[in-house]
């Protein structure tokens, strides 16, 4: 047999490599079998590599576990310090609804409601058996004037007020008081309030003022020219028999 040649060694395996189709199939079959031979072993040495390392990290965990657990026994934290208690949070959303408290009943007494003696509103002019009217004096000029407050009572008095608001106008000033009820029975004093000047005749305490008609003025100055009354009130209340009376009124031309 001849021996080939270099040359034409190359052509005849040129010529075989042309010819040649490669099974992709059978290749690639080749290449699962090789890979299923291999991933039992490699799986083998990983699980032997890794099983040291596991079993340490198991012993480390468990030791862990109970250092914390004798601390929080002897009531401390990871560091020794003391474990404060959670803080309860406040639940969000929409406060509930809540019931309307319940009016608050008047206190009783042996089974009977004990009830708050309150005073008659006041009456203008008349209220039982207390009446008034309210005059500026004839004798008022353009630089004094007088406010008269007469006062009638049918029954006999234990107890009795009278006041009179005068309204701060320009130059005012207080110039005198008087009342036809005896001095003894009665202290009188002025006062100023806000834009007022306050008269007040008090009956004195444990005195009676028997049935009749009673006079109480106040007096005063102001700036030249006549003076409207127009702002000035007055009040009176009284007690007789255990009952009180309440009257207001303003001042009209005498």
């Known amino acids: 047999m001849r021996r080939l040649d270099e040359h034409d060694l190359r052509f005849v395996l040129r010529e075989e490599a042309?010819?040649?189709r490669p099974d992709r199939g059978a290749m690639l079959d080749r290449i699962a079998r090789g890979r299923a031979e291999r991933e039992p072993a490699l799986r083998d040495r990983l699980v032997a590599l890794l099983r040291p390392a596991a079993a340490a990290l198991a012993v480390a965990v468990v030791l862990m576990?109970?250092?914390?657990?004798?601390?929080?026994?002897?009531?401390?934290?990871?560091?020794?310090?003391?474990?404060a208690a959670p803080t309860p949070v406040a639940p969000t959303g929409p406060a509930p609804a809540t019931t309307p408290a319940a009016p608050p009943r008047a206190s009783t007494s042996s089974g009977t409601a004990t009830k708050t003696k309150k005073p008659p509103p006041a009456q203008?002019?008349?209220?039982?058996f207390l009446s008034s009217a309210g005059t500026v004096d004839p004798n008022t000029t353009d630089y004094w004037a007088q406010g008269t407050v007469v006062i009638e009572n049918t029954r006999t008095l234990t107890a009795l007020e009278v006041t009179v608001n005068v309204a701060m106008t320009p130059g005012l000033a207080e110039a005198g008081r008087f009342s036809t009820v005896a001095g003894n029975l009665l202290t009188a004093t002025s006062s100023r309030k806000d834009d007022l000047l306050v008269f007040r005749f008090t009956l004195v305490k444990g005195a009676v003022l028997a049935p009749g008609r009673y006079t109480f003025a106040?007096?005063?100055?102001?700036?030249?020219?006549?003076?409207?009354?127009?702002?000035?009130?007055?009040?009176?209340?009284?007690?007789?028999?255990?009952?009180?009376?309440?009257?207001?009124?303003?001042?009209?031309?005498?």
Do not use: C, K, M
């Open 65 to 83: 576990l109970g250092i914390a657990g004798v601390r929080l026994a002897d009531g401390g934290g990871p560091d020794g310090a003391p474990v």
């Open 124 to 128: 203008p002019g008349r209220d039982g």
């Open 218 to 254: 106040v007096q005063f100055n102001h700036a030249p020219g006549r003076r409207s009354a127009a702002g000035d009130t007055y009040s009176a209340e009284a007690t007789a028999g255990g009952r009180d009376a309440q009257v207001t009124g303003v001042f009209t031309a005498g």
């Open 18 to 20: 042309e010819r040649h």
